[in-house]
């Protein structure tokens, strides 16, 4: 399994201003993924990190808006730009196992935009 | 792309009663996994089952792969059960982790 932790755990921000979360794994690991959790929804894809690449973006989610960055094996950043009430939500980063395809997630930061 | 479906949506329990939660997916998959959202946000690992049958304490998970269902039983419910459960599949050939809409359960004292 994979020890994952994510900074900050929540956040209240204003519109119009910018995030930063931080996730960090206690291993190397090829892929991250961030998902988004609107409230009472499931979860939903944003992007796929790796290392040394430009993320790949889902339909629906641009860089300009999510910029990612994935300077090495263990951490990633997603930034949530440009902010609005809409994009209150909780971001989810998660990694496969390393001998399977099980996904391990960090424990969430749950964004609260006002 | 594959699409899965969770049932029921809403579940409410008295403490002590059994449950099963469906998953039913439309394409053949890698990987299926069962997780339980707490009240708090966390998603925890429940089963990692892309065919076959696993328990762990009260519960259990089934997966018939061929006919593209699975299955999770939770027997003598706790209040502490509450919350969300989700399927999450990989179809076959790809990468990308697909969730269900979650079943919402709420256990009674």
């Known amino acids: 399994s994979a020890v994952i932790s994510q900074k900050p755990s929540r956040d209240i921000c204003q519109r119009g201003t910018s995030l930063t979360i931080q996730c960090q794994v206690d291993?190397?690991?090829?892929?991250m993924f961030w998902y988004r959790q609107q409230p009472g929804q499931s979860l939903t894809l944003i992007a796929t990190?790796?290392?040394?690449?430009?993320?790949?973006?889902e339909s629906g989610f641009v860089i300009d808006k999510f910029p990612i960055s994935r300077p090495n094996l263990t951490f990633s950043t997603l930034t949530v730009s440009n902010m609005s009430p809409e994009d209150s939500s909780i971001y989810l980063c998660s990694v496969e196992g390393q001998t399977s395809y099980e996904q391990y997630f960090g424990p969430g930061t749950r964004l609260t935009v006002t | 792309g594959i699409q899965v479906e969770q049932s029921p949506p809403d579940l409410i329990l008295q403490e002590g009663a059994n449950s099963t939660l469906r998953c039913n997916f439309s394409?053949?998959?890698?990987?299926l996994q069962w997780f339980h959202q707490n009240p708090w946000g966390q998603l925890i690992n429940l089963f990692y089952?892309?065919?076959g049958t696993k328990q762990n304490g009260r519960l259990s998970a089934t997966t018939v792969a061929t006919e593209r269902y699975s299955l999770l039983y939770i027997s003598s419910s706790q209040t502490t059960d509450s919350g969300v459960y989700f399927c999450?599949?990989?179809?076959?050939?790809?990468?990308?982790?697909?969730f269900g809409a979650g079943t919402r359960l709420f256990v009674k004292a």
């Open positions: 394409d053949s998959v890698n990987n």
């Open positions: 291993s190397q690991v090829t892929m």
């Open positions: 089952i892309p065919s």
């Open positions: 999450a599949v990989v179809e076959t050939g790809g990468f990308k982790t697909i």
């Open positions: 990190a790796n290392q040394g690449s430009e993320a790949t973006y």
